[in-house]
């Protein structure tokens, strides 16, 4: 069993990562590194009480009467160039006619908030009652956080890199070696090798993911609610498709540098536009059709289905069917087309 | 047709390869024997390579017969991947491996074999057995290739310029291995440009050129079919006298004259009486000798002689 050749191709792959620190550090440290700071920079604070200013002393204290807004009072020059500067969010001025003029970017959502707070202060102060009751019940769970949506992205991210970069770039250093040529005299059966990256990948990967969702669970309290089979069978089956995807990368390139070069074109466009970082929403419609067939975009919505919401496979079929089509495609491309020397 | 009770470990009939507009290799024809180290020894470009890649599966040829221990490779290529050991001229191995796991590696590939152990034993790098095969000097990774040929017991070796870019006794260590190997009676083909290699490891030295074969024979064999036993070399002369090379043609026992960038080489075969007709007639040009050396005739002379050309192009 030991000296099955599978077994010692797995295993030289396996020693091939594990030796090579670079390696280790962009598949274990980064993401970590990444969802820390990023996940520190973006913290949620306690709601900030918003700076506005007022012309008038009448209109100032009615305005204090909202203790989320702190409230300043400048002569009309000087209110119009704090706004300008961004020291304020709004400026309260009298116009004619009786009536309060807020001065405000409304592309801002600070702006905007800061406007509905005074004006509500302004009219309750003028006598408003409100005809219906209200009161507020305050949530902050876990779930809709900034590092909660993050974190699949990281993960995602990170499942196309270590699967793109880890094949194609052996794959091509081989064949520059001319390691491929000499294995390719031997009675070594040809699937065997491809196979040997397969398992050696989805080894890595239980380490890879555990390590991730295990830092982002201690240290930010990052849910993971989906079941874990179904989270399971996410990553395996992406890593197959990324996996695939390195093959036909690597599969005819002879330099390292080519090989680097296309890697960053396919992988560099979805780390913006594959909602990584941010809702992959806020691209324009037009674009949304291709973005969500991207395999990145698919992994990363089927993740955060899974661990945010608990979504069910079968929900999730759509991403699925888009892996499923890109790993089948690039598989099947780079069976024709690969080259052993 | 087999010779004899035994198939011949290689034979080659016609073989004709052209890579886009260049004629690698124009009809070649070759037999080697089972139990014998066999050469190809010629300049780079000869066709050696890409006629020992034909012979290991590598490469189609164009057109020709090639049978490798009486099989084919259209029809029994896994029968001759188990049976064969190849020694490319520039592998690299994985770097991050140990040599046991190098080793361990290519023995999984065949059904029977010795221990990697074994194999390290007799390549002589037990020492290093679990270094780092980055860690390893020049000649250490090539003992590791050699190695890795020999890990499925092959019955026929192939070893494409084995001591190219080693240092004088790297070479020495490999070649001691080599003739072990041939004494243990495996069948070897060897390419080479070095003609010492050819020369002491080689039973039967084929020589190439531009894809062709131009001579065949035991080195003894081509070294006395070119009539010169010795080749004396010397430079004489320095500012003012020149030395004129045409009266040397006459002397006595001289065959040939060349002359080259600062030397001078004469062949003769008869070493006794064509020094002192040299240092004769230097002193009746009135030139002074500045450097004098003879060998005997070498296979790299062979090659001269045939084509003009050195086996190592300067």
């Known amino acids: 069993m030991a000296n099955h050749p599978l077994t010692q191709l797995t295993l030289v792959r396996f020693r091939e990562f594990l030796r090579e620190p670079e390696a280790l550090f962009w598949t274990f440290v980064f993401p970590i590194l990444l969802a820390a700071g990023l996940g520190l920079a973006f913290r949620n604070r306690p709601p900030e009480v918003l700076q506005v200013g007022a012309v008038t002393a009448n209109l100032a204290q009615s305005l204090r009467t909202d203790n989320r807004l702190s409230v300043r009072k400048f002569t009309p020059t000087a209110g119009l160039q704090a706004l300008r500067a961004g020291k304020i969010a709004m400026l309260a001025a009298p116009g004619t006619g009786g009536v309060i003029v807020y001065e405000y970017d409304d592309t801002n959502p600070e702006g905007r908030t800061a406007r509905m707070l005074a004006d509500q202060a302004v009219q309750r102060a003028a006598g408003r009652t409100d005809l219906v009751g209200s009161h507020d019940r305050i949530l902050r769970e876990p779930g809709s956080r900034y590092i909660d949506f993050l974190v699949p992205g990281l993960l995602g991210m990170s499942l196309m890199n270590s699967g793109i970069w880890g094949i194609a ?173 | 047709m087999s010779a004899g009770p035994r198939h011949a470990a290689l034979r080659i009939r016609n073989l004709r390869k052209t890579y886009k507009d260049v004629v690698a290799v124009a009809g070649l024809d070759l037999d080697v024997p089972t139990g014998e180290c066999f050469g190809l020894l010629g300049p780079n470009g000869a066709g050696k390579t890409t006629t020992i890649e034909i012979c290991e599966g590598l490469t189609e040829p164009d057109s020709g017969d090639v049978e490798v221990l009486g099989l084919h490779w259209k029809s029994d290529a896994n029968r001759l991947r188990q049976r064969l050991g190849i020694q490319l001229q520039e592998t ?63 019955a026929l070796l192939f070893l494409d310029e084995p001591t190219t870019g080693l240092d004088p006794q790297a070479r020495r260590q490999l070649w001691d291995l080599i003739e072990r190997l041939k004494l243990a009676g495996r069948s070897i083909l060897l390419t080479t440009h070095y003609m010492d290699e050819a020369e002491r490891l080689c039973e039967h030295v084929a020589i190439m050129d531009h894809g062709r074969m131009i001579a065949l024979g035991t080195p003894r064999e081509l070294i006395a079919s070119i009539g010169v036993e010795h080749i004396v070399e010397f430079s004489a002369g320095g500012a003012g006298r020149r030395l004129d090379t045409e009266p040397l043609r006459n002397l006595e026992g001289i065959l040939d004259v060349k002359s080259g960038n600062d030397s001078v080489l004469l062949q003769t075969a008869k070493l006794h009486l064509a020094v002192p007709a040299l240092l004769t007639e230097l002193d009746r040009q009135q030139v002074a000798l500045t450097e004098l050396r003879t060998h005997s005739a070498t296979l790299e002379d062979v090659f001269v002689t045939l084509t003009g050309r050195h086996l190592r192009d300067e």
């Open chain 2, 92 to 154: 690299q191995l994985s770097e991050k491996l140990t040599v046991l796991e190098t080793l361990r590696l290519f023995r999984s590939f065949y059904h029977q074999g010795p221990r990697a152990e074994e194999v390290i034993a007799l390549v002589q790098l037990q020492e290093k057995q679990n270094s780092r095969v980055g860690g390893l000097s020049g000649g250490q990774k090539q003992r590791l290739a050699l190695a890795c040929a020999l890990v499925g017991r092959p």
């Open chain 1, 169 to 341: 770039f052996t794959l091509v250093d081989s064949r520059r070696k001319k390691l491929l040529k000499r294995l390719v005299a031997t009675p070594m059966p040809r699937h065997h090798y491809l196979l040997s990256f397969a398992l050696s990948r989805l080894l890595v990967l239980v380490a890879e993911v555990g390590v991730l969702l295990g830092f982002s669970a201690l240290v930010f309290q990052v849910p993971a609610r989906g079941s874990w089979l179904g989270l399971t069978v996410l990553c395996v089956l992406s890593s197959l498709a990324f996996g695939a995807m390195g093959l036909l990368i690597g599969s005819r390139v002879q330099t390292v540098e080519a090989a680097s070069g296309i890697m960053n074109l396919v992988t560099m466009p979805m780390w913006i536009l594959s909602g990584v970082f941010f809702s992959a929403q806020r691209f324009p419609d037009a674009l949304q059709p291709t973005i969500k067939a991207l395999p990145l975009t698919a992994i990363i919505d089927a993740l955060r289905g899974n661990m945010l919401q608990g979504a069910s496979l079968m929900r999730l079929a759509p991403q699925l069917a888009i892996l499923g089509g890109w790993m089948i495609v690039c598989f099947t491309a780079a069976l024709k087309i690969f080259r052993w020397r």
